[in-house]
DNA sequence: GTCTATAGAAAGATAGAC
DNA sequence: GTCTATCTTTCTATAGAC
């Protein structure tokens, strides 16, 4: 047996079984979810959970992990137009999976548990955020390499401002469950303007 | 009795339950704190808890205002040098307030009740991160007054880029407790670069 | 205000039948 | 693999003495 538990072939009850963890740690944490309550939801028994994940920690992990895969599908766009256009939809595109209930309730449920389980949070971020980042990374190395942006700055780190300057407000409130002070859509208009003044073709 | 009872005059048993459930409210996590283990940390009877504080819940937010009030106590710099300058001392002493291990403990747990408590994270919001905003938005202001900065864009735009440029990567990394891929003086250093690029005086 | 003692419910995990 | 039943511990909150 080369693989591990978790990674078994799917069947329909493990599958019920992640779908139930899956709502009930990302609803309402990973302590205030009971394996009874999991079980009950799946419509399996306690002791089937037992089966197939060693420990309530493992199942979580499993949870974390497909969620990841789903919630961290970035599409990159063309970038053939010119440096605004293709920044844009990016902004578009990446805020649109970043501000979506589910990645938010993945999002809060890992910072939760960070410090319980430093591994897990590690596993997190190379699944899911630095995905997205280097794929970013890449087009803007290539609006670089176009002349379209000034390559007077690394690749990566233009990627890491234009993320958190999208993630500052918009995101920010998302996270702890306030109303948005301002449309998304001025959020990204705004990133965009100020990037292209910074680092736009002269 | 006009006042609520968390907001009574401070004891010394008052204050070493509120020092023992910071303890452990910031280290394991609102579900995984147990009364048993705040009153024994506290060196009092689980009773005398229940004497102070109605509930669980309200312990924990009596626990979260007397820290918000110590984490985000943001000292705004001299504006009276140049916008580099200005900026630079700003984001040295936010992003020192902002990865200080008390403020991510803080950060990480509201943000894990946020979806349990929405109330609580309003307040936290509105008592932390929005007052330190104000007080750098009145400067970004000043500044700009100054022609230090263009007026082209809202003060209040301009610093939700600055704050969330600076949080971007060192921030977002310390977040989920990972080694930071870059020094904080180098996030700092092109941070204001971008911005002073972006809206210096030409 | 502070304590001891405990009620009553629920937690994670397992034994053993099938 | 899947179930019922249960072990053991721990949880929030309270009663009642002082």
Redesign the pocket.
């Known amino acids: 047996m080369l693989k591990p538990?978790t990674r078994?072939k799917p069947?329909?009850?493990?599958e019920a079984i992640l779908d139930a963890a899956q709502g009930l740690f990302l609803d309402v944490g990973y302590?205030?979810?009971?394996?009874?309550?999991?079980?009950t939801l799946a419509?399996?028994?306690?002791?089937?959970?037992?089966?197939?994940f060693?420990?309530?920690?493992q199942?979580f992990a499993a949870m974390m992990h497909r969620r990841c895969d789903a919630s961290f599908a970035f599409v990159p766009p063309d970038d053939t137009s010119d440096a605004a256009r293709t920044l844009t939809i990016i902004a578009e595109r990446l805020l649109s999976l970043l501000i979506s209930p589910e990645a938010l309730a993945l999002y809060r449920v890992v910072v939760a548990e960070s410090a319980r389980a430093p591994e897990l949070a590690k596993a997190f971020y190379e699944t899911g955020p630095i995905r997205a980042k280097e794929a970013i990374a890449a087009i803007v190395a290539r609006l670089q390499l176009r002349g379209e942006l000034l390559a007077i700055q690394d690749a990566m780190v233009i990627t890491d401002q234009f993320i958190g300057m999208l993630r500052a407000e918009t995101y920010h409130r998302a996270l702890l469950g306030l109303p948005a002070a301002r449309p998304a859509a001025q959020t990204i208009a705004t990133t965009v303007e100020t990037l292209v003044r910074a680092y736009g073709r002269r």
């Open positions: 538990k078994a069947s329909a009850k493990r302590a205030a979810t009971s394996m009874d309550s999991v079980a419509g399996v028994s306690k002791a089937t959970i037992y089966a197939h060693d420990s309530k920690d199942l």
